[in-house]
């Protein structure tokens, strides 16, 4: 298992010459990725200007975001990163990955794919996993259900799989999970739904991500901390867009807000949102909230220009940060568009932190360039749990590494391991949790607006407490 990437990068920086290496192959369709050599040059690009929005506190609470103790300002000695192990590796640890690479959530898969790439980068270079070189195998879902059951098919049919990544968006998930439980293997998902890390259904998965129940609360107390106190909802229409609409409006009061308007859900692929938004102007909606992914944030935050409806905030969970916002959303809009997030995906005052300048590192030496840093901080931390759990085990075999995820949470040494998106803790993983239950949300909570990023983070400071 690999350290703590602070303690084994220390002393990377934007400004570092990184001699790199990994082509990437994040095409839609069949690929697979694996590491060479390039010499690259990481810069920092410019930060994002502050704009009103929820209160914040002034330091960050974990190790994803930015401390001014942490950033660094001048050119360090650079650290080497080749994806090369110093002795020949003995066979390939072959990880499967679904993914939805084209079609309107494309942006999201690739942005996974891209951090399982830079992790696996570190990994070989480390050694790989149980000796043998790490290789991700991809199948595009394209975001559709039908298409993604028969890439899993695909995937499976060779027998030579040692690991799943069964997409990222939950009903795609759900469709493909049980083909994985039938054939034993270790499952890591980023998908943010209930369900899908149950293990009582799928035995042999983990859930990557935030239950949706701990996002609505973050997404929430930030909605609650820019003063407002009537929120409208929308969502996607499907089973998720509800599940949270219904979650939403059942946590509001906690928070002090008061639901106006009905919830409006959405036509992912629909071009043009403002009869919606003024259903929601009309009731007196000051900050619209909801759970979106990939093109409807730009489509929706357009209407909110369209409208000249300037008041408004859009306050979204976690999920935006994984979407290249700052491409999707018009320029006019970005003081209006807010999300909460861990701090992996944003970055304060003084820049990214270490750990985040590490992972950068590490994905320009895959050939790759950051777009959301969030999403690919999943798709790193999903490799880390893989790695940690058969290497915990000791062996090759998928139960045995299963085990050994569901003692991640009792583990201290867990929590010394590169997590980026569950920096400082891990997921904590349980015999009784294959999801993120055990995680202190609470510290994790930051509030990223649309601003210039840098290397796929976006503004933002941590939420206060107070």
């Not at 690929?31 to 690259?40: D, E, H, K, M, R």
């Not at 069964?166 to 998908?191: H, R």
């Not at 320029?331 to 568009?337: I, N």
Request: glycine letters at 14%; proline letters at 6%.
């Amino acid at each position: 298992m690999r350290l703590r990437r602070t303690h084994q990068l220390a002393g990377l920086a934007l400004t570092a010459v990184v001699l790199a290496g990994c082509s990437s192959g994040s095409e839609a369709g069949t690929s697979s990725s694996s590491a060479a050599a390039t010499p690259t040059t990481a810069s920092a690009a410019s930060s994002g200007g502050a704009t009103s929005g929820p209160t914040s506190s002034s330091e960050a609470t974990s190790t994803g975001g930015a401390t001014s103790s942490e950033a660094t300002s001048s050119a360090t000695t650079p650290a080497e990163i080749t994806c090369e192990p110093a002795s020949p590796l003995d066979g390939e640890f072959v990880i499967g990955a679904v993914l939805p690479l084209s079609g309107p959530l494309g942006a999201v898969g690739s942005n996974i794919l891209l951090g399982m790439q830079a992790e696996a980068c570190l990994l070989n270079q480390d050694g790989g996993i149980l000796g043998q070189k790490v290789v991700i195998e991809t199948r595009d879902s394209a975001g559709d259900g039908q298409q993604a059951v028969t890439a899993m098919r695909d995937l499976l049919a060779g027998g030579t799989v040692d690991a799943v990544i069964p997409d990222t968006i939950g009903p795609i998930t759900a469709a493909v999970l049980p083909q994985v439980t039938e054939a034993g293997l270790l499952g890591a998902t980023a998908a943010g739904s209930s369900g899908v890390g149950d293990k009582a259904d799928f035995p042999t998965n983990f859930q990557f991500a935030l239950l949706p129940a701990q996002q609505t609360k973050m997404m929430l107390a930030a909605a609650a901390g820019t003063g407002a106190t009537k929120i409208g909802i929308v969502g996607l229409d499907d089973d998720t867009g509800r599940g949270y609409a219904d979650l939403i409006q059942s946590s509001a009061a906690e928070f002090g807000l008061e639901v106006a308007g009905e919830p409006q859900f959405l036509d992912g692929a629909a071009t043009d949102y403002t009869a919606q938004l003024q259903v929601l102007r009309d009731a007196g909606v000051e900050v619209i909230v909801g759970n979106l992914f990939g093109a409807p944030i730009g489509v929706l935050s357009q209407g909110l220009v369209d409208l000249g409806w300037s008041d408004a905030k859009i306050m979204g969970t976690p999920g935006f940060g994984s979407s290249p916002v700052d491409q999707l959303v018009p320029k006019e809009a970005w003081g209006q568009v807010f999300w909460a997030s861990p701090p992996a995906g944003c970055f304060g005052p003084e820049g990214l932190s270490s750990t985040q300048q590490a992972f950068v590192a590490a994905v320009k030496a895959t050939g790759g360039e950051l777009k959301a840093m969030l999403g690919s901080a999943v798709g790193s931390d999903m490799l880390t749990g893989i790695d940690y759990a058969f290497e915990k085990a000791g062996s090759m075999d998928s139960a045995a590494a299963i085990t050994a995820m569901e003692g991640m949470n009792d583990d201290p040494a867990a929590t010394d391991l590169p997590w980026l998106f569950f920096g400082g803790q891990g997921p904590k993983f349980s015999g009784e949790f294959h999801t993120t239950e055990n995680v202190d949300t609470a510290a994790l909570t930051w509030v990223c607006h649309v601003g210039d990023p840098q290397s796929g983070a976006f503004p933002g400071e941590p939420l206060s407490t107070s």
